[in-house]
């Protein structure tokens, strides 16, 4: 009883952790894509920055690199570069091409 119970831990623990980091990045990036044109450039670099250091906590390092790269081409106003760094870092996401997992019914 107590084995499945820990390896239950162990799977909730791991769920939490890539809610916490890809799910989140991914629901950032979105949101952040869909309303650029009215944020200001830094909050959108600061944003960026944000993105890529979950992305880099969940494991994914190219994204991370890309979306760190996007934020330096907002701090150096190549709007041109960041919208094709941020494509890039967009396809290369993971959880853009991870099925959504199926939703449970119960709740304890």
């Given at each position: ?53 979950l992305c ?53």
């Amino acid at each position: 009883m107590e084995i499945s119970r820990k390896k239950l831990r162990s799977e909730v623990l791991k769920r939490i952790k890539y809610v916490k980091t890809c799910v989140m990045a991914r629901e950032l990036c979105l949101l952040v894509r869909t309303n650029r044109a009215v944020l200001e450039p830094k909050d959108v670099r600061d944003i960026c920055l944000y993105i890529s250091n979950l992305c880099r906590e969940g494991g994914c390092s190219e994204p991370s690199e890309l979306c760190q790269k996007a934020a330096d081409a907002i701090g150096s106003k190549d709007e041109k570069k960041y919208l094709e760094l941020c494509a890039q870092s967009c396809v290369k996401c993971g959880e853009a091409k991870r099925p959504r997992p199926k939703k449970e019914s119960y709740v304890a």
